[in-house]
């Protein structure tokens, strides 16, 4: 089984959608997470940090972690073209070593 | 733009050879860690360096090595390549000392194509 699930997609919607973007993780022992966005052929960028349980809102991103279920989420609020990207969800018990998922690929339709 | 410089940018090789990536952190960032990206095995963590030594270890072969000299730029070294090793490698830096500034920014990778 691996550490981090990740759904790769390809997830398609039209411009001005909400976007949902889910991963789950099986070592109860992370608490650091993170959501990074990868255009292609460039290097992923963080866009969401956040610790433990909770939301985080920054602009149009929400982050939730839910640990007890394992389950860290990334909305997306009015869903532009240039949001279209490949979406990492990462995570690290103790910032030495991350778990990263597969990657969502996300498609927004002008 | 990240901060973190990698270099070159493409590398094409012929199996049984060997290589080295380098990778510059950003000013002040103390960590560097070293991730393989495949298509069909997405971001694999590598390795680890603080400040000269190595402080965590992923899924890194035994033909792999890498090493942080003292002005903090890091090399990765893959040696007796074979084809499976086609990747992209990205080097990512961190502050490393305060957990709060401990997030990594990614360079912008080196494409290896062994042929």
């Known amino acids: 089984q691996k550490e981090v699930e990740q759904d790769p997609g390809p997830l398609s919607v039209p411009e001005g959608a909400i976007v949902s973007l889910n991963c789950t993780y099986s070592?109860?022992?992370?608490?650091?997470f993170m959501w990074y966005r990868q255009y292609s052929r460039k290097g992923p960028e963080l866009l969401m940090y956040?610790?433990?349980?909770g939301n985080k809102e920054d602009g149009r991103f929400t982050a939730q972690v839910d640990k007890s279920s394992k389950y860290i989420s990334l909305f997306i609020r009015d869903s532009q073209p240039s949001d279209s990207a490949t979406y990492l969800c990462a995570m690290s018990a103790n910032f030495n070593k991350f778990y990263f998922g597969s990657g969502t690929k996300l498609n927004v339709k002008p | 733009d990240s901060g973190v410089t990698q270099t070159p940018k493409h590398l094409i090789t012929a199996t049984g050879q060997r290589v080295t990536l380098r990778c510059s952190p950003r000013s002040g960032d103390l960590s560097v860690y070293w991730y393989q990206q495949s298509l069909d095995q997405g971001l694999q963590f590598l390795i680890q360096?603080?400040?000269?030594?190595?402080?965590a270890k992923g899924n890194i072969l035994e033909r792999f090595s890498a090493q942080q000299f003292p002005d903090l730029h890091s090399e990765l070294n893959l040696s007796s390549l074979e084809l499976g090793d086609s990747a992209l490698y990205f080097c990512a830096s961190s502050h490393g000392t305060d957990l709060a500034k401990n997030i990594q920014y990614f360079g912008a990778g080196t494409r290896l194509s062994v042929l």
């Open positions: 956040t610790y433990s349980s």
């Open positions: 360096y603080y400040n000269g030594e190595e402080r």
């Open positions: 070592n109860s022992a992370f608490q650091y």
